[in-house]
C-alpha cells in the first residue's frame, strides 16, 4: 500500500506544450463532461478535430489535471502509428496501470482478456491518444464494463463517425476547434519572438503570416519558429512564398519552413521523417554521422528550435503531418518511378526497384 501510493506520488505530470494557450479554458470544459463526480459510472469519451488541431495537447493537459483521482491511468501515445503491433500496446497500458508489473501477452486476444481481468476492479484512466479503426478499441478499451466503476476512457481521433461507432454518446464527444484569432496571434508570436524585444515587425507583417495558418496550432508553430530572430526582410521573403505556394493543405504551409532551412539541415530533416523518426537521438546522431554529414548535433538542435522535430524522452520525434510532409517532398523528386528518388523507405518501392534490376539483367 505504502508501496503504491509513493509511486503514485512519483507519476510525473506529461510535458503539454512549449508555449500553452488557451487550454485552461479547454480542460474545464471537457472537466464537466468528464463529470468526475459521478464515481459508479464508467465514461467514455472523444475529442476529435483535425490532424494539428490540438487534440493530443489538450488530451495530456487534461490528464495531468485529473489523473491522481484514479488508482491507475495510462496514456497511450501514437495508437495509429503503434498499431502494428496492439499487443505492445496491451501489455504497455498494463504495465503503466499497474505502476510497472510486467505481464507476459502472447496475442491480442489474450491480451484483451487480460486487460479485462485486471482492470475490472480498478477505478483507472485511460487515454487512448489517435486512434483511427475499431480494431484498436477493440483491443485496448472495448466497452465500458472492462474497466472498475469510476473509469474514464479518453480517445483522441480526427474521425468522429469512429467514436459514434464505439458507442461514446454525443454528449461525451468534445471538438478540438482552430484557435480564434487572438489565441491564433498570441501563439504565433510566442514562437516567432519569444520574449525577444529587440527585433520590430511591423503588425501588418505579422497578421499576414498568421492568416496563412487557418488558426491551426501545429502550422502557427512551425511557421512562427521558423521567423524567430528573422528581420523585416526575411518575414516579406517567407510571405512571398506562401503566397506563391497553393497554400490548400497544411502541407503546404509546413512544407514553406522546410524550404527556410539551409542545404544541410534540409538532408538531416528528410532522413529523420524516413527512416529514423522515434529512434534515440544518440543512434540517430551517430548513424547520420557516419553517413558522412557534417554538424549533425547542431542540425538537430536547429530542426528543434524550428518546430519541426522534437526530442521526447532521449527519442526524436515529429508529428505525423510533418512527417508526411518530408516523404512528400522525397515522392515528388521523382513521382513515377522510386528508383530514382533519394531515399526510400517502404518495402514494396524496394521490391519495385529490385524487381526491375532483375528484369534489366534478364534482357541484358
Ligand atoms: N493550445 C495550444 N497551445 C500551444 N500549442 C499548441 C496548442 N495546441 C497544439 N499545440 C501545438 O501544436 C502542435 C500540434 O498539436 P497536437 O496536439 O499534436 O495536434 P493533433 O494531436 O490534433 O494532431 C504541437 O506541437 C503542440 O505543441
Ligand atoms: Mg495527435
Redesign the pocket.
Known sequence: MVCEISIQLDRTPLD????????DS?VQVLKRILNLQSKDKVLMVG?W?????????????IFNVVFREFQGSSFLERVRENSNDLVRLQEKLLSEVLLGEKLAIYNVAGGSRLIQDRLCNKKVLIIL??VDNMRQLDALARCCEWFGKGSRIIF?T?NSYLLTSHDVDWNHMYE?KA?ENG?ALE?FR?HAFQGNKKIEISSNLVDRVVHYAKG???????LGSSLYKRGEKEWKSMLQKLADSPCKYINDVLKVSFDGLEDGEKEIFLDIACFFKGQSTKHITKVLEKCGFAGVIIGVKSLIEH?LI?EEEGTLQM???IQLMGMNIVKEECPNNPGKRSRLWLWDDFLHILSGNAVRLVNV
Do not use: F, M, N, W
Open positions: 503539454v506544450a512549449k508555449y500553452p494557450v488557451g487550454i479547454q475529442l478535430g483535425k490532424g494539428g488541431v490540438g487534440k493530443t495537447t489538450l488530451a495530456k493537459a491518444d489517435d483522441t480526427r478540438v484557435l489565441e501563439l510566442k491551426l496550432p501545429l502550422a502557427l508553430e512551425v518546430s522534437s508529428h505525423d503531418l
